[in-house]
């Protein structure tokens, strides 16, 4: 099956640092999900993108949809403790309603 | 309040037992789907159902089962033939696809299985 490839697989950080963090494949997708999964917790959606080259953001975040269709970059401004978690990408490709999912970014932030 | 309930948060079960995790949405979506994630993994879909009384397996259907019997439950059946079953479940629900967008899925807060 089509896979996603995310990296980094996980991430320590200083507090105050910005993060990026990013998603490819080797077929093309027209959307593009974020979410971040909290310890014990089921996935958030943070930023969804449906344009080749649409820029995005919500508050400290900022997500961009690449100009191939076959990436996508996160990124956090000015990290803070309660970014920690695990961060996933998420892409379709015209399957129905399914989601290929990548295998996440843990973040870990040091205060 | 709109959203996604799983219930329960954790759920232990003795090898030989099936068990059923209960799913239910409230935001009017049609599509459901179920994930299985295991510690430091990725999601890893097992089943999902475009509408009511109509689903089809995901990549690990196996020792899994569901129905679809009303448009806000999506509850499934972990059984005996499952040969690993202690795993976090994710439950999801989406709109169905009709133009560009709608395919965001939203998840609930999961159940975790124990099985000894």
């Known amino acids: 099956g089509q896979q996603l490839n995310q990296s980094p697989q996980s991430m320590f950080i200083q507090e105050g640092e910005d993060v990026s963090m990013n998603c490819t494949s080797s077929?093309?997708?027209?959307?593009w999900l974020w979410y971040k999964q909290d310890p014990g917790e089921g996935p958030v959606l943070l930023i969804a993108l449906y344009k080749a080259g649409e820029l995005t953001s919500n508050g400290r975040l900022t997500a961009q949809f690449g100009i191939t269709r076959k990436d996508s970059f996160l990124n956090i401004s000015a990290s803070i403790p309660s970014d920690v978690g695990i961060y996933f990408c998420?892409?379709?490709?015209?399957?129905?309603?399914?989601?290929?999912f990548g295998g996440g970014t843990r973040l870990m932030v040091k205060p | 309040d709109g959203g996604i309930t799983q219930s329960p948060k954790y759920l232990f079960r003795k090898e030989g037992q099936n068990v059923t995790l209960s799913c239910e949405q409230n935001?009017?979506?049609?599509?459901m789907y179920w994930y299985r994630q295991d510690p430091g993994q990725g999601l890893r879909l097992i089943y999902y159902s475009q509408i009511v009384n109509d689903f089809q397996k995901g990549d690990i259907a196996e020792g899994y089962s569901v129905s679809r019997e009303k448009k806000e439950s999506f509850p499934l059946t972990v059984t005996s033939a499952q040969k690993n079953p202690t795993a976090f479940y994710l439950c999801?629900?989406?709109?169905?696809?009709?133009?560009?967008?709608?395919?965001?899925?939203?998840f609930g807060p999961g159940t975790r299985l124990t099985v000894t």
């Open positions: 077929s093309i997708f027209n959307t």
């Open positions: 998420a892409g379709n490709n015209n399957a129905g309603n399914m989601l290929t």
């Open positions: 999801a629900s989406s709109f169905s696809h009709s133009g560009t967008g709608g395919y965001e899925q939203y």
């Open positions: 935001l009017n979506h049609d599509a």
